[in-house]
Every structure is written in C-alpha cells, then in structure tokens.
C-alpha cells in the first residue's frame, strides 16, 4: 500500500515541486494540497494521509500550530515533517516540540525527501539525528541530569533512550545491548508510553530538553 501524503505550503511552486518527487516513486503518492495550516484539519480528516509535510512559516496559521492543532484533536494523526529554508530556526525545534516527527530543508535533494518520508512512516529511526542534536544544543536550558526521573524508566529503558538519542535504529539498538529486535521495540513502545511521546522523535527531543541526555553525550 502507498504511502499516503499531503504537502501543506503557501508556496505553489514548492508544492509542485514536492509532488513531483513523491507521485515519481512507486511507493509514495500525494493525496492532496493546502496553501495553509487552517485547512489541515479538514483535508486530514477527508483524505486521511499518512504523513504531512508542512511548511513551518505560513501567513495565517503556521506549522507549529496547525500541528499542535492537528496532534491532539485528531485520534490517529498522521505523522508530520515540517519543511523549513533554515535548520536553525526556532520555529523547527518547537514543531519538534510540538510532535513533529522531523523536519526537511526546502533546498534537501529529492532522494533525501523520499527518504525522510520513508524513516518517518517506518517509525524505527530517528530522522536526520544530528541536526536535531545540533538543535538541541542551541536550545538546551540547562536542565539537571535527572530531568526524566518522573516518567519511572528502569535502566534498560534509559539505556535505549540515550541509543535512540543517538540516532540509532531499533536493529542497531538491538545489536549494541545483545537484545532481540522485539525486545528492542518493546522498550520503546514503553519509553514512548511512560513519557506520554506519540514517537521516538517527540521522546527524544524531551530527552534533551529534560537534561537527560546532552547534545556533547
């Protein structure tokens, strides 16, 4: 089954540009179009996509509250990746923040479009994990070390929390503490739980943001 997606720009050259390169491959089609965040709602709700790129900057609702919009009024949201020109721009880390699954750069090269798709909608890695800790690192406050000791995550889980911090995928967790892929995915089925996470990006920017983890390890 394709992967379903819908592109959320108030620029239509962007637009048709981004549905140029997901309609290309046989796996990804685009299902619909808003030149703004207000539309979201309406278009999630009739075309139920599975991924959303949305453009972080629009004229009336932005990225960042068309997702916080869309992440706790929709019961199965789709995932989103917010589009941005720069990656150090505050409003991506507080879409992040929001439960964006990740972001693009607008000049990023087709191939690492369809790839960023393909991560998000698999779930099992964390996009472009440098450039989030890059954003990490220029938002940190400063939090104590213990800033997760609330959420009760045994060590084994905060083992695989600093992993997924670092970017790792569930088969590489797996590989780096002698455990089963299952097992693995269990883990992070937990983690996501105990910290009230939708997915592994949202739980690893509070992992950051709490001091659990730091952007220098």
Do not use: C, W
């Amino acid at each position: 089954m394709n992967g379903r997606v819908l592109l959320v720009d108030d620029e239509q050259l962007i637009r048709a540009g981004l549905r140029a390169i997901v309609d290309s491959e046989p796996d990804l089609e685009v299902v619909g179009e808003a030149g703004d965040g207000a539309e979201v709602p309406g278009l999630v709700s009739r075309l139920a996509p599975d991924v959303v790129l949305m453009d972080v900057r629009m004229p009336a609702v932005d990225g960042i509250r068309a997702t916080t919009h869309l992440l706790s009024t929709v019961d199965k949201p789709p995932k989103v990746i917010v589009v941005t020109t720069f990656e150090n721009d505050d409003y991506v880390y507080d879409a992040l923040l929001a439960g964006a699954s990740g972001f693009l750069l607008k000049r990023a090269r087709p191939e690492e479009i369809v790839a960023a798709i393909r991560t998000v909608l698999a779930g099992e890695s964390l996009l472009f994990p440098s450039a989030i800790r890059r954003l990490a690192a220029e938002h940190s406050r400063g939090a104590a070390r213990d800033g997760l000791a609330a959420a009760g995550l045994t060590e084994r889980e905060r083992d695989v929390l600093r992993l997924m911090a670092g970017g790792l995928s569930n088969v590489e967790i797996a590989g780096e503490l002698f455990l089963g892929v299952q097992t693995v995915k269990t883990h992070v089925g937990n983690i996501l739980a105990k910290l009230g996470a939708r997915d592994r990006t949202q739980a690893v920017i509070r992992a950051y943001d709490s001091g659990f983890v730091t952007p220098t390890g």
